[in-house]
């Protein structure tokens, strides 16, 4: 900033997303949103899903963890940085916000430690984060259900009639059952999402987005004690005891950064600490996505739908609708596809052959880059195939982690570009399910808003408005989550009243980038048929074949 730009002007806001494999920080101008620098800090030990780090200890399937310490490290890393490539002064910055993958939880003693560093509790598994993509709690989250219907607990239909095995509840309900001794060890039961709050400002309070999707906060309470005790009679005081703390609205002041965090960041003591959020719901007010009808897809790893609506309605296979949970006032509703751009990852790295490395890398194109090239030049259904987009099971509509991938029409002459584009159009069909969802239960989608790392590819955006058949905007940011976060923080100051305030002047977004082709819209339509024929007999209990294989697997690992 020059000497002579007014001080109003020089007020700044940081954002932090933490992210599944790094967080990043930026720095945003309060004034108009303009991002002035950004900083990314990887986690030492990523994500932990084969052995423990510090014992070596193998873990059992389906299991993903995290190590806190590199939580703390993106603050002490990432936003010195931030602020040094912003080229702006410490002082100008009048507050801090974050957002996180949820639900990401960990256990903690009554201070906030996380048990995993404790020195006997090291080789514990349970002792440490477990990440959203943790999987291993399906059986679990399986007697949630049941028990819930079995009662007619009447928040269950706010979750589209499942609880995830990712949420806090299934989650909590296995550390009890598989390590009863950490269980009663541990204090506190927290979102990763409050517990990096509580070390920036020193104060533990739960934010309305996570105790809504992902620990079953509904019209004022939890889950009743006598529910809990059918579960299992160790469980009845798991809110109470290990769950309850204050709750905070979206955008509001958590507390003033501590000494010590401002010692990490470099940041002024005592500047608000704007209350948590999860990574994809923060990214609406970036997107300027906060009206009803707008859903913001966030495509990465995983695909997290959220949308805002003046109504409530009970939808089939939702992560959840909460009250408030996306911005005070609406009735906010989650949905989500667990494996996106992991599906194509994974294609990349496994089942691609080194004479396309070869040619993309002379070309100086990435795999990624080249298949979509390649895949492109093909009429829709020129291929012969057809996949389902569960290789991370399913997180809607069905609510089965135990689900999994399948690609059907292979032939010896099938090309990889040709497999890996039936991947990118299985997750557009996958979405187009959820916004079919949304529409039969009354409500209503106009607009799909793409943020995240996917929207860079082109044809991948075309073919989801083709596919979805509505006009397709884009963030205008590549550092969505941690804009929204920003946005967030300026509210929490008191920059602006509100998020819809804040949004309105900090947002960004590029109206309908894409706009459906009706000749290609009509061929998708043909394979998406063929789609939902699939997606009902392997997902609704036609062919229990996926997860036999799931058993058998298991067994062999055993």
Known sequence: MTQGTPA?????????????????????????????GSAVHEYTHGVV???????????????????????????????????????????????????????????TTADG?????????????????????????????????????????P??????????????????????????????????????ADWIIWQLCGTYVRNACTAGYKAVYQDGSYPSREFLAALDERFVDFFEAKVDQPLAPLGARAGGLTEQA????????GIPVAVGNVDAHVTAPAA??????????????STCHVMNSDA?????????????????????????????????????????PQSYAAAAAERGLDLHQYLTELAAQQAVGEHGLVALDWHSGNRSVLVDHELSGLVVGLTLGTKPEEVYRALLESTAFGTRKIIESFEAAGVPVTELVVAGGLLKNAFLMQMYADVTRRPLSLLGSAQGP?????????????????????????????????????????????????????????????????????DIKRKARA
């Open 482 to 550: 941690a804009l929204g976060s920003a946005i967030h923080a300026a509210v929490a100051a008191g920059a602006y009243p509100d998020i819809h305030a804040a949004a309105q002047v900090m947002g960004r977004k590029e109206e309908a980038a894409y706009v459906p082709d009706e000749e290609r819209a009509q061929a998708y339509d043909a394979l998406y048929a063929e789609y939902s024929r699939l997606h009902d007999y392997f997902g609704r209990g036609e062919n229990e074949v996926m997860h036999r294989l799931r």
């Open 262 to 269: 401002a010692g990490w960041t470099g940041l002024p003591a």
């Open 113 to 153: 430690t996380p048990l995993c560093e404790l020195d006997d509790l090291r080789g514990r598994p349970h002792a440490y984060v477990k990440l959203w993509k943790h999987h291993a709690a399906q059986g679990q989250a399986d007697r949630v259900n049941a028990l819930a219907h079995e009662r007619g607990e």
């Open 8 to 36: 109003e002007d020089r007020r700044v806001v940081i954002g932090v997303d933490y992210g599944t494999l790094s967080g990043r920080a930026v720095v945003v101008r309060v004034a108009d949103g303009v991002e002035l």
């Open 288 to 301: 300027k996505a906060v009206d009803p009808g707008q859903m913001l897809a966030v495509m990465g790893t």
């Open 49 to 107: 899903e084969d052995a423990l780090p510090a014992t070596g200890k193998r873990l059992p399937p389906d299991w993903a963890l995290q190590v806190p310490s590199d939580y703390v490290d993106v603050l002490k890393d990432a936003v010195p940085k931030a602020i040094a490539a912003s080229g702006v002064s410490p002082d100008d910055v009048i507050g801090i916000a974050t957002d996180f993958t949820a639900c990401t939880v960990l256990p």
């Open 312 to 352: 409530l309605g009970e939808i089939p296979g939702m992560c959840g609708v909460v009250r408030d949970g996306i911005t005070p006032g609406l009735w906010g509703y989650e949905a989500g596809q667990s494996g996106v751009g992991d599906i194509f990852a994974w294609f990349v790295r496994s089942s691609v």
């Open 155 to 192: 928040w269950i239909n706010r979750y589209g009639g499942k609880l995830s095995s990712e949420w806090e509840l299934a989650k909590g309900l296995q550390l009890l059952e598989e390590d009863p001794e950490v269980y009663e060890r541990m204090a506190h039961w927290v979102e990763a």
